[in-house]
């Protein structure tokens, strides 16, 4: 029998760390990041997530700032 397990993230981003480089939104093979239109406390857009994390954590290792991390849930 296979192991029907699914890889899931969930992405956590610190708001104020972040410095709106886009580096994260780049690096996701899922591509479920993009810009938001919000704005943290310096003026910078922050990034939005959308469905689909695999918990590949690119965006937490590309990230100059340690502004986003992912939680891996298996399911």
Known sequence: MRNTAVRRGIV???R???KGCGICIH???QKVLEF????????WRIPKVKDGCIGCK???TYCPDLA??????EQ
């Open 16 to 18: 104020e760390l972040c």
């Open 58 to 60: 690119l965006c937490e």
């Open 27 to 29: 690096m996701c093979p």
């Open 68 to 73: 986003i991390w992912v939680e891996v849930v």
């Open 36 to 43: 938001s239109e919000e704005v943290n406390k310096f003026g």
């Open 12 to 14: 956590r981003i610190v």
